[in-house]
């Protein structure tokens, strides 16, 4: 199994980018999906889960509002739109796959099977 993540890189304060991760190597369409990001020093903390059909989302505090997780089932990808971002949300950003099929995600790093490596954000102030 692999998960690649792309998309990220350097934005100004309130700018907006969009993160892709692609997979392979497993039934993609089984799977809840997460997006996490660790800062410098920091623990890696959630950021938001879909379910493995699309239909449910839940996201960190932190984010909500500003940014939006989904899934193309057909094409194995997982994006994660960020809006209105803010010097705090500068981190490195991963993927995961859940363990378990047929979930509907979850904010904990322990039930993700699978991690990519991971696409770096930084929002200068």
């Known amino acids: 199994m692999e998960l690649v993540e792309s998309g990220g890189g350097l934005v100004h304060d309130g700018g907006s980018l969009r993160l892709s991760c692609t997979t392979s190597?497993?039934?993609?369409?089984?799977?809840?999906m997460g997006w996490f990001r660790q800062a410098p020093g920091k623990d890696r903390e959630f950021v938001a889960t879909i379910n493995w059909s699309g239909s449910t989302t839940y996201y960190a505090d932190s984010v909500k509002g500003r940014f939006t997780i989904s899934r193309d089932n057909a094409k194995n990808t997982v994006d994660l739109l960020m809006n209105s971002l803010k010097p705090e949300d500068t981190a490195v950003y991963y993927c995961?796959?859940?363990?378990?099929?047929?979930?509907?995600?979850?904010?904990?790093?322990?039930?993700?099977?699978?991690w990519g490596q991971g696409t770096q954000v930084t929002v200068s102030s």
């Open positions: 995961a796959a859940a363990l378990t099929a047929y979930t509907s995600g979850s904010p904990h790093t322990t039930a993700y099977a699978y």
């Open positions: 190597g497993y039934r993609f369409d089984a799977y809840a």
